[in-house]
């Protein structure tokens, strides 16, 4: 499975981006998949997780109410919607694949990307 992520960039705080994930993988539709972020000097944190239906999603509570998540299984490409952005939210942003048909913050995740980088300035 290989994973491209896309859309980081330098946005200014309040602003909105969307980031992208294109997935090689068939069935595409058979995998959950997530995004996770690594700011400088931090672990690598859990984001948002998709279903394969697209029915279940998870949030990590940082970003509640602001991300979303949303997946196209006929485009093979998994998308974060975030708004509002703030500087906590600058990291490289990574998308990654998981086996299991649905996920949380918890479920391991198998396959993954390439990061985006989104900085957020003050």
């Known amino acids: 499975v290989q994973l491209q992520a896309s859309g980081g960039g330098l946005v200014q705080t309040g602003a909105s981006l969307r980031l992208s994930c294109a997935v090689s993988k068939r069935p595409f539709s058979m995998y959950a998949l997530g995004w996770f972020r690594q700011a400088p000097g931090m672990k690598r944190e859990f984001v948002s997780s998709?279903?394969?239906?697209?029915?279940?999603?998870d949030y990590a509570d940082s970003v509640k109410g602001r991300f979303n998540i949303s997946r196209d299984n006929a485009k093979n490409t998994v998308n974060l919607q975030m708004s509002s952005l703030r500087p906590e939210d600058t990291a490289v942003y990574y998308c990654?694949?998981?086996?299991?048909?649905?996920?949380?913050?918890?479920?391991?995740?198998?396959?993954w990307g390439q990061g985006t980088e989104l900085t957020v300035s003050s």
């Open positions: 990654a694949a998981s086996r299991m048909l649905s996920a949380t913050s918890r479920t391991p995740f198998d396959f």
């Open positions: 998709i279903s394969w239906s697209g029915k279940l999603t």
